[in-house]
């Protein structure tokens, strides 16, 4: 059974810079895509980006664009979201996911395995 841990989360002022990073243990997730998604409190978890089974696609909503980076090592099946030019709407518990398929999928319940999450605040 994969397993899923984040870790990275805190709290940084607005403007400013966080690393997510996510680690996957108890199976291989070589061949599956990888996500991040969100939840703010009283909202649905969101999807924030995605990356294929190679890294050679990405994907992100389009509040992120431009401010945040997914990344994946393969080898040592690792994945990362760099954000940077943080804003308090950003503020939320942020998730790493996979599925098993090796394509991007923007759906919450098309993801098979979960982390336990990381808390994001971002003050003003």
């Known amino acids: 059974q994969v397993q899923l841990v984040e870790s990275g989360g805190g709290l940084v002022q607005a403007g400013g810079s966080l690393r997510l990073s996510c680690k996957a243990s108890?199976?291989?997730?070589?061949?599956?895509?990888m996500g991040w998604f969100r939840q703010a409190p009283g909202k649905e978890r969101e999807f924030v980006a995605g990356?294929?089974?190679?890294?050679?696609?990405?994907s992100y909503a389009d509040s992120v664009k431009g401010r945040f980076t997914i990344s994946r090592n393969r080898a040592q099946t690792t994945g990362a979201l760099q954000m940077n030019s943080l804003e308090p709407e950003d503020t939320a518990v942020y998730y790493c996911?996979?599925?098993?398929?090796?394509?991007?999928?923007?759906?919450?319940?098309?993801?098979?395995?979960w982390g336990q999450g990381t808390q994001v605040t971002v003050s003003s």
């Open positions: 996911a996979a599925r098993r398929s090796s394509l991007i999928s923007l759906a919450v319940d098309d993801y098979d395995y």
């Open positions: 108890g199976g291989t997730i070589t061949i599956y895509a």
């Open positions: 990356v294929n089974w190679n890294g050679g696609r990405t």
